[in-house]
C-alpha cells in the first residue's frame, strides 16, 4: 500500500512540476494582442521571444507591469509548483522573486511588493494550447 502511494505521489509531483515540451497547437496565437501594441523595453520583447520558442509551460507563463516604488517593473509568473516568480526592472535586471519557492513567500528581498505595488496590467500571456 505504501510502494502504490508512493508511486501515485511521485507521478503527480513529476507530471506538475516537469517542462511540458509536448508538441503545440499550431494553429494557436502564441501571443495576447497586447504585447503587440505596448510600448514594451527591448529586454522585455526579448523575453517575451523567448519564452514563445521553448515548449508550453503548465500553467503558461505571463508577465504583468507594475509601478512600484515610482517605476514600472515586470513580474513573471512562476512555471510551476514551488518555483520562484521573477520581478525585473525595465532595464531586465532581475530585482527579487516577490512569491513562490517552498514557503511561497519568495527570496524574501522585496518583502513589500504585494503590499506597495500599482497599476497591475497584463503584458503578456502564452495561448498555446497542449494537443
Not at 17 to 46: F, G, H, Y
Not at 69 to 94: E, G
Amino acid at each position: 500500500m505504501k510502494t502504490l502511494l508512493l508511486s501515485i505521489f511521485a507521478a503527480s509531483l513529476f507530471s506538475c512540476c516537469s517542462q511540458k515540451v509536448q508538441k503545440t497547437n499550431e494553429d494557436s496565437t502564441t501571443t495576447s494582442t497586447t504585447a503587440r501594441n505596448q510600448n514594451l523595453p527591448n529586454c522585455i520583447k526579448k523575453l517575451i521571444k523567448d519564452f514563445e520558442t521553448e515548449g508550453v509551460q503548465n500553467p503558461p507563463r505571463k508577465i504583468y507591469s507594475y509601478t512600484f516604488r515610482d517605476s514600472t517593473v515586470y513580474y513573471v509568473t512562476a512555471v510551476c509548483c514551488d518555483n520562484f516568480s521573477d520581478l525585473y526592472n525595465n532595464k531586465c535586471n532581475l530585482m527579487a522573486h516577490p512569491d513562490g519557492g517552498f514557503t511561497g513567500r519568495g527570496d524574501g528581498k522585496i518583502k513589500d511588493f504585494k503590499s506597495q505595488a500599482t497599476n497591475e496590467q497584463l503584458v503578456w500571456q502564452d495561448t498555446r494550447t497542449f494537443k
